[in-house]
């Protein structure tokens, strides 16, 4: 049994998601699991005797212009690393999670490991940024291990940030006893979709990157031959230029806004394809989401993507932006049973096989055992 800290932002998509699930994981495998976090994480819905949370609390003094966050989480995981024991303090992403645990390892007195998890903006994005590059190569070399969620993301970190050491690929993983294909089409029928239409899917926190005006323009062609609705699923900056993209191309009876939704694995059931058209991407855990749903992907050639879609085997890649491709491949997968069944199937084969939860969570045990044991 280990004593483990997780720190994430509880509240952001993919990296909170992996970042709590892997805690509730390591937790039914009896470690001692201590969130460290602004907020209770939004996936830790239930009560588990062996998870601690301890909430970083930032107080604001007017002589202040901004709250001390970083300082704040800094402290309070100092103080957690010396009270609890903490063998391993796992931080999700660099900026500012990485340099806040390098300091409070240096204030405690205990000893710690830490690792870092790179999800991808803070290199895709804050890598780019001249202010920001020299203290994310800090924290990137200065903790004790470094993960990324996939082969093309640890690439793009040695090459923006000249780093020269080794980091383990751990891919993203979904929880297998949430997400499989539910039977019950019901849903459909609620909100109002035929059952001969065919439904697709995006979901995403609509930030630029996502480039979800690409989704609509590509449904646009698909709806013109078949029979279907679009799901568009979650919410963010861009939402109210898609909502007009689509008022624009008289779209408004087929595209269904959900707004943010909980139970996406129930939408996903309802699903005949999803598409994720993203200029970055460094994984992609909604499309293994949707994969081990049985639901065939259409992603871009950008980040990992391509480490996860097989392309003409669980789906397709298509260049980013290249709207006719798109269509025209969504449109194959939509009106062949043959190529949606065997899609369908191996989508599901591929996340049972290559991203298991209980596989991936041997990876992160062993390299827990490597940090620790000086290796
Ligand atoms: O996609 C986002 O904008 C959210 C972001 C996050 O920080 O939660 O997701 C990132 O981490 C996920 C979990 O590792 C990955 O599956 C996403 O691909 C990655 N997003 C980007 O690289 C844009």
């Known amino acids: 049994m280990k004593k483990i800290g997780i720190t994430c932002y509880p509240t952001v998509g993919g990296s909170g998601v992996i970042a709590t699930e892997l805690g509730k994981l390591l937790a039914e495998e009896g470690h001692e699991i201590h969130f460290i976090t602004s ?38 995981m100092a103080e957690v690393i010396n009270r609890e024991k903490l063998d391993i303090l796992h ?38 940024d001249s202010s920001m590059k020299n203290i994310i190569k800090f924290g990137i070399e200065q903790s004790d291990r470094v993960t990324t969620v996939s082969k093309s993301l640890a690439e793009q970190t040695k090459e923006m940030l000249s780093i020269t050491r080794g980091m383990d690929v751990l891919y993203n993983f979904v929880d297998e006893r949430e997400y499989f294909r539910h039977s019950d089409q019901d849903l459909k029928k609620q909100y109002h979709i035929g059952q001969e239409e065919k439904v697709i899917i995006h979901i995403s926190n609509f930030r630029r990157v996502k480039r979800v005006a690409d989704v609509v323009h590509a449904f646009h062609r698909i709806a013109a031959e078949i029979p279907s609705k679009l799901l568009l699923v979650g919410d963010g900056p861009e939402f109210s230029n898609t909502y007009q993209l689509v008022q624009d191309l008289g779209l408004q009876d087929h595209v269904l806004f959900l707004g943010k939704q909980e139970n996406v694995s129930e939408l996903l059931s309802i699903s ?6 993203s200029e970055k991407e460094s994984f992609g855990l909604v499309l293994l989401e949707a994969m081990a749903c049985g639901v065939p992907c259409i992603g871009t050639n950008a980040g990992g993507i391509p480490e996860v879609i097989l ?65």
């Open 39 to 76: 907020q209770v994480p939004f996936r830790l819905n239930r009560i588990y005797s062996n998870i601690f949370y301890h909430e970083v609390e930032v107080t604001n003094y007017p002589v202040f212009s901004h709250p001390p966050y970083d300082l704040a989480l800094a402290n309070k």
């Open 272 to 277: 005949d394809l999803k598409l994720l058209l």
């Open 311 to 375: 392309h003409g085997e669980t789906g397709y890649i298509t260049d980013i932006g290249d709207i006719e491709d798109i269509s025209k491949k969504s449109i194959e997968i939509l009106s062949n049973k043959d190529i949606w069944e065997k899609f369908s199937k191996q989508s599901e084969k591929r996340v049972k096989v290559e991203f298991h939860s209980q596989e991936i969570l041997k990876q992160y045990e062993a390299l827990y055992d490597k940090v620790l044991n000086n290796e």
């Open 91 to 128: 931080v999700h992403y660099a900026m500012p999670h990485a340099i806040c645990a390098i300091l409070a390892k240096q204030m405690a007195n205990h000893d710690v490991k830490i690792i870092t998890t790179l999800h991808g903006t803070d290199i895709t994005v804050l890598g780019i």
